[in-house]
Each structure stands twice: as structure tokens, then as C-alpha cells.
């Protein structure tokens, strides 16, 4: 009995080792079942006799999973600045120790046109006739200073976001400051850009407190 065992267990060996290495492979997967990955594309054929005319219809099955991007759009901006220039704007906490100054050219009439320079602190806006250099200036942080600093920022930045930004300044006190005002402006040119920072620095904290005509001239900036 344990010959005939041995025998048996012997001859199931000789079987196995004659089999062919595929029949103990892994299944493959069916085709259009499987999860894909992003990006990844499966194609596949299958055929089917078809008895009544003898042909072989052969039929070619792709499909794929679209790769996720993200888009970031940025958006064109019509920013208009209301700023207070009355004469509360002029109550300061501090003096100014900038040695940081703009050069500004202009003109003015005395007997005659005639081109000068004048500069201002980027700090406290005080405005010098005769070069600083590094001077420490001699102005005062006041809430008007503060105003022109925070509105340079912000034009530097929308500037630097998106040169097709637009920016525009209505300054105002008992009524609307002109010179410290300006339109729409586009932040695509630097000739642009020192424009806005000229107005800014035309700022001056003098006279009363119109509201309404700050937001009435922002609201006409807006309107196309």
C-alpha cells in the first residue's frame, strides 16, 4: 500500500513538472475593467465569428483617463484710491528718520518758464527744494504721510500683479484736490507709474471734509 502511495505521489510530480509555467501565472486583468491612472490610455481587440456571412468582425476598444491641471487666471483691476486730504490728515506721532528720497521734475513761471527739481521723502512725503542726499529727514509721520506711503504700496503691487491694472486717485478735502487726482491709468509703462507716484506725493492735509465729493469723482473714474 505505501509502494502504490509513493507511486502515485511520484507520477503526480513527473504531471506537474510537464505543465507549462503560464498555468500558474497570474490572471490577467480584463480589458475596460481596471482602475487607470491620470494620463493613462488601454487598447483592446476583440473579434466575433459571425456564421451567416463567414466574416470575422474585429473591433479596436481604446479609453483613457484625462490628466487634472489647474488653470489660474488673473483678472484685469480698476482700483480708484479715495484719500483724505483734509486738514485732520496733518496730526502726526512721530518724527520722520528717512534718509530714502524721490527726485521730481517740474515747471514754474517767473518772469518767465523755467525747469526745477524737487524732492520728497518716501517716508513722510515732506517736500526738499535743495537735494537731501542721506540726510535724516526733518519731517513727521503723520496720518497724510501714511496715506501716501500705503497708496505708493499698493500701486508698486497692482503694477507688479498684472501691468494691465489700472489705478486711479481722487483726492479731496472742502472739494476736490486736482492736482492730487488723477484718472484711470494704466501700470504698463514706468512713464504711467510716475505719474501716479507724482499725484500721490501731491497730497497736502489743508482745509475741510467732503465726503461726498471724494466718491463722487471715484464713482465718475468708474463709470465707462
Partial sequence: MKKRVLSALMVLCMVLTLLPVSAFAAPKPVPGTGELQPGQVEAWKTAEYNEETGNVDITLHVRGKN??????????????????NSGSMDEGQGKCTSTSYTK???????????EYDYWTCDTCGKTYYNDPGNHICTGKISKMSAAQNA??????????????????????????????????????????????????????????????????????????
Avoid at 488673473?74 to 484710491?81: D, G, I, Q, S
Fill in 67 to 84: 490628466v487634472e491641471t489647474t488653470t489660474t487666471t488673473t483678472n484685469t483691476l480698476n482700483v480708484v484710491l479715495v484719500v483724505d
Fill in 104 to 114: 521730481h521734475t517740474d515747471w514754474a513761471w517767473f518772469f518767465g518758464w523755467y
Fill in 151 to 224: 497708496a505708493t504700496v499698493l500701486v508698486n503691487a497692482l503694477a507688479q500683479a498684472n501691468p494691465n491694472n489700472q489705478v486711479a486717485i481722487a483726492s479731496f478735502e472742502s472739494d476736490i484736490v486736482d492736482n492730487a487726482s488723477i484718472g484711470l491709468t494704466k501700470l504698463d509703462s514706468q512713464e504711467n507709474r510716475e505719474k501716479l507716484i507724482s499725484t500721490i506725493a501731491n497730497m497736502r492735509a489743508n482745509g475741510g471734509t467732503s465726503y461726498t465729493a471724494g466718491l463722487q469723482l471715484a464713482q465718475g473714474y468708474l463709470k465707462p
